[in-house]
């Protein structure tokens, strides 16, 4: 079954003949869309290896979160400045108080700069993209909860970074010009679903019903 999106526009998806549970499973099959899905994660990926990079080899210090943790987790009001001394953020105390364990920060240390390098590389690849794509997510989001800022809209860039990788992730964008579409077939079903891109036919489920 192939599914057009407009009356002019050429087939953008398509929908195996097959149903299971109400769901049918859909793929990208316009060659310039699955392009378009590619660049969009390899840039993301060049963002999140960039960032790494910069943390590892282009700062004169050793990165720590500390800072960050210490006195940039006070947040900020929802479209206002943020009055100084006040505390807007109600998970601040989870913050800092990583800040304070030596061992939770010796982690943090570790994990931000090499994280974000892997994230990238996955995403560059397009190899291990939704693993990749969801500890991109999964970072982003704690960003947002500790930096809570919000003094130019709710929308902010960690959230947005963080519905764009699960997006990637959801779709399987490493099955369009990435290596997880090369090494799917050598792989267990449940991995190639879980870490990889899924079986090519099922990187966008749209419920039936």
């Known amino acids: 079954m192939v599914i057009l999106l407009g009356g002019d526009e050429q087939t953008r998806i398509r929908a195996p003949d097959r149903q299971e549970e109400g ?42 979160a500390a800072g960050f943790l210490k006195f940039a ?21 989870i913050w800092t108080g990583l800040a304070d364990n030596a061992a939770a920060l ?7 700069p090499y994280g974000q390098l892997a994230i990238g590389i996955g995403l560059i690849l397009g190899l291990f993209t939704r693993f990749s ?17 919000f003094q130019y809209g709710v929308v902010n860039q960690h959230l947005t970074y963080a519905v764009v990788t699960a997006f990637l992730g959801l779709i399987g964008a490493g099955n ?20 990889f891109s899924g079986s090519g036919d099922d990187g966008w489920k749209v419920a039936t019903a």
């Open 23 to 64: 769901i049918i499973a859909m793929q990208i099959v316009d060659k310039s869309h699955q392009l378009g899905v590619a660049i969009l994660r390899i840039v993301v990926g060049i963002v999140f290896l960039s960032a790494g990079i910069e943390k590892l080899f282009l700062s004169a210090e050793k990165f720590t």
């Open 73 to 93: 987790t006070g947040g900020s009001p929802i479209l206002a400045a943020p009055v100084e001394g006040t505390i807007y953020n109600p998970t601040q105390a």
């Open 106 to 112: 010796s982690l943090i240390d570790l994990m931000v």
């Open 133 to 149: 794509a969801a500890m991109g997510t999964l970072m982003m989001l704690l960003f947002f909860f500790a930096a809570w800022d």
């Open 176 to 195: 369009y010009y990435g290596l997880d579409a090369t090494v799917r077939p050598r792989v267990s079903d449940g991995v190639r679903r879980w870490l």
